[in-house]
């Protein structure tokens, strides 16, 4: 079973940046996909960007160019660095795991997630 907690969420301004950073605990966690996904106020959640066991990465359209996922699997963790907010990118922002090393797997756990607010 694997664990998630995310942070780094907070209230900013279009223009500015973010980080958020999800730490896993459990078994194989170094071995899986993670990824982020998000929901804002009356939509359905989105996929965002996700990152594969050996690093590689896949953005959704809207956030390419902006958005950078990383991972330090010393640290179990993952990062999304989020720049050049606008107020679109507001949503509750989830970690996600996959149940394999690739992002074709699906997803077996989730994080309770972190509010990104970006005021125009």
């Known amino acids: 079973q694997v664990e998630l907690v995310e942070s780094g969420g907070g209230l900013v301004q279009a223009g500015n940046s973010l980080r958020l950073s999800c730490v896993a605990t459990?078994?194989?966690?170094?071995?899986?996909?993670m990824g982020w996904f998000r929901q804002a106020p009356a939509k359905e959640q989105e996929f965002v960007a996700g990152i594969s066991y050996n690093g590689e990465t896949r953005y959704a359209d809207s956030v390419k160019g902006r958005f950078t996922i990383s991972r330090d699997n010393s640290r179990s963790a993952i990062f999304l660095q989020m720049n050049y907010l606008i107020p679109e990118d507001t949503a509750v922002y989830y970690c996600?795991?996959?149940?394999?090393?690739?992002?074709?797997?699906?997803?077996?756990?989730w994080g309770q997630g972190t509010q990104v607010t970006v005021s125009s």
């Open positions: 459990g078994r194989d966690v170094t071995y899986r996909a």
């Open positions: 996600a795991s996959y149940s394999g090393p690739l992002l074709v797997s699906g997803n077996d756990a």
